[in-house]
């Protein structure tokens, strides 16, 4: 018979396959650095994209030396900016990607891109390497928004964009932020509908936060940045937000981001439905599960420091084994952010008895959680204040 010890390491070996394997490649580079923007990203004049390329590949498969024969469900080029990888270097880190994993029939293969023309250009050449969606950063449909926002591009450039793409991929999203300055709620209806009039399939939609350590931060701090929303009109924004998408047929499948059926972005439910990624390139952070025991890595922010490292062997400063604990906050965390919310069987091989059941009574009688035999998850109303239901959620 099986000792506990190996039983719960083999269900935890098996765990990640409840959300699937994808790969996140971080491309560190922007033209410009956004005021709003809190992610590892830098600006640099010169980029040796050769250097890049191989070094991108080479930590591509030291990650597939720990996890070989898997099936990758998806790959995704985030930043940064990676509109501005060439081509080549793209290939060079699919081609990686190939030699140790097996990739599922319908890969998802997504690369972000800024809707620059110069960047444009590029999008066959994406195709022609693998990539089959794009998600753009067109933020805002209005030219004062878009300065304000620090965007390089205006809503003419952003509109080609949208269709240079559509023409060159089978899939494409983008993202739009709203609860901006001076934004009203009659102004954020016409946006949105204007959005969905381009034929849209998939839109993340973000309410503006403002993140201490950007520039808007600071402003912020200093009492300078005017005209945002109170509560009480974000609140109402978000609530106008469900009522267009779904009016559309495009349903909020995760706190933020809509889509019409089959058009959800596969890469990201595997972060939601808890499955494993790796995370390759500056400031990338993955979740691996490596003989029976789920791993959190993290990888060296700053590009250079980042490929020194790489040359040493690897690209990762962190890496922590994950407690019972820690992976049952994570998957409320992801899995509560989503439409179909969390398996409770799967809470329970977890960690039995993990979840505060006189919690998860209250919350449903207050509206603010659904819960059936098999599955638990946020209703809209709960949606507004998501991180205290899981925080009421956990023991």
């Known amino acids: 018979m099986r000792s506990a010890n190996s039983l719960q ?26 005021p709003y923007c809190d992610f590892n990203s830098h600006v640099t004049r010169s980029i040796d994209q050769r250097v890049w ?72 050449g994406y195709a022609e390497a693998g990539v089959n969606r794009v998600s753009l950063g067109v933020q805002s449909l209005r030219e004062d928004d878009l300065r304000r926002l620090g965007r390089l591009h205006d809503v003419e450039e952003a509109k080609a964009a949208f269709h240079i793409a559509r ?4 899939r494409v999203s983008f993202d739009l932020i709203y609860g901006r300055q001076g934004q009203t709620l009659e102004g954020w209806r016409a946006e949105l509908n204007e959005a969905l009039e381009l034929s849209v399939e998939h839109l ?9 350590g950007t520039a808007f931060g600071d402003r912020y701090n200093a009492g300078k940045l005017k005209g945002l929303p109170d509560e009480d009109l974000g609140a109402d924004m978000y609530d106008l937000t469900q009522e267009i998408c779904n009016a559309a047929g495009m349903p909020a499948y995760e706190v933020s ?11 990201n439910l595997i972060y939601w439905r808890y499955g494993d990624y790796a995370g ?7 979740r691996l599960t490596v003989h029976g025991r789920k791993m959190a890595t993290v990888a060296a922010s700053a ?93």
């Open 167 to 170: 023409q060159a991929f089978d």
């Open 53 to 124: 390329a191989e070094t991108l590949a080479q930590e591509v498969r030291r990650v597939a030396s720990l996890t070989p024969g898997r099936v990758l469900k998806s790959i995704f080029f985030g930043g940064g900016t990676p509109s501005l990888m060439e081509p080549a270097t793209v290939r060079s880190v699919l081609e990686a990607a190939k030699e140790d994993w097996t990739w599922a029939n319908d890969i998802e293969i997504t690369l972000e891109a800024n809707p620059r023309s110069v960047e444009a250009r590029r999008f066959e």
């Open 280 to 286: 390759v390139g500056p400031g990338a952070h993955g």
């Open 303 to 395: 590009p250079g420091a980042w490929l020194e490292r790489v040359k040493s062997g690897s690209g990762d400063i962190q890496t922590d084994i994950l407690t019972d604990a820690d992976r049952v906050a994570e998957y409320l965390m992801m899995g509560l952010r989503i439409h179909e919310g969390i398996v409770l069987d799967r809470l329970q091989r977890m960690a039995p008895g993990a979840l505060n059941t006189e919690s998860v009574a209250d919350l449903v009688e207050m509206g603010l959680v659904w819960k059936t035999e098999t599955a638990l998850g946020v209703t809209p109303k709960g949606r507004l204040v998501l991180n205290a239901i899981i925080a009421e959620l956990l023991p």
């Open 204 to 212: 993340s939609l973000y309410q503006l936060t403002i993140e201490q």
């Open 9 to 34: 390491a083999a269900l935890t070996l098996e765990d990640w396959q409840n959300g699937g394997f994808g790969l996140y490649v971080h491309w560190p580079f922007c033209e410009a650095k956004c």
């Open 257 to 267: 981001n809509h889509a019409a059926p089959g058009a959800e972005s596969r890469h």
